[in-house]
């Protein structure tokens, strides 16, 4: 069975930075391109960053271009994101997600963690 | 949102409602894929439909979408109260950008 649990969201101040997890499970992780995507409280989703399986391509959407960093280790089966200056707007529920089904240039996230609530307040 | 979605439908039970996604020239229109995912309350999103027409296994056949020109549509047949949740398309620009819609909540009457 798939399964991918976020931790290390909590509490930070603006400026701040914090590290996210994804321990994956059930299926070859190597082989599969990762998403971060998040959601701010009441709001819809948010695409934050992209790392292929072998972390040879790696993209950022705009707004964490240059603050995050997506990574991930093979041996331990896990996806991180490290997130440096954080600001009030980066609030969100942070989901890590499996992307599956892929032909070149589509990749839905075929499977999702429970995600992990990060609050960027003073 | 660059993805343009109705914040909201309704429908009875046993009906049928649609979802629109609109986008342009630069992301739907330019032939990239539309998937579409459903969010419970209080959960993580879930994949419905994938590479614009294509269900996972598991999902029932009364959600089906479609895509014509710079937009897509979710239908749902047959609506039941369980599927009473938001809805989001998600599609791609040229540089392989991920965009999403800024979600429809449906609600059964």
């Known amino acids: 069975e798939v399964q991918l649990v976020e931790s290390g969201g909590g509490l930070v101040q603006p400026g701040g930075s914090l590290r996210l997890s994804c321990a994956a499970s059930?299926?070859?992780?190597?082989?599969?391109?990762m998403n971060w995507v998040r959601q701010a409280p009441g709001k819809g989703l948010e695409w934050v960053s992209y790392?292929?399986?072998?972390?040879?391509?790696?993209h950022y959407a705009d707004p964490v271009k240059g603050r995050f960093t997506i990574s991930r280790d093979i041996a331990k089966n896990s996806l991180y994101l490290q997130m440096n200056n954080l600001r009030a707007e980066d609030t969100a529920v942070y989901y890590c997600?499996?992307?599956?089904?892929?032909?070149?240039?589509?990749?839905?996230?075929?499977?999702w963690g429970q995600g992990t609530l990060v609050t960027v307040s003073s | 949102s660059v993805l343009t979605q109705p914040p909201s439908v309704s429908g009875a039970p046993g009906q049928r409602v649609t979802i629109s996604c609109t986008g342009s020239s630069s992301n739907i229109g330019a032939n990239y894929d539309v998937h579409w995912y459903q969010q419970l309350p209080g959960t993580a999103p879930k994949l419905l439909i994938y590479g614009n027409n294509n269900r996972p296994s598991g999902v029932p056949d009364r959600f089906s979408g479609s895509k014509s020109g710079t937009s897509a549509s979710l239908a749902i047949t047959g609506l039941q109260a369980e599927d009473e949740a938001d809805y989001y398309c998600q599609s791609y620009d040229s540089s392989l950008t991920v965009l999403f819609g800024g979600g429809t909540k449906l609600t059964v009457l």
């Open positions: 790392i292929s399986g072998g972390s040879g391509t790696i």
């Open positions: 997600a499996r992307l599956g089904y892929c032909i070149p240039g589509s990749c839905p996230a075929d499977y």
């Open positions: 059930g299926f070859t992780f190597s082989g599969y391109s």
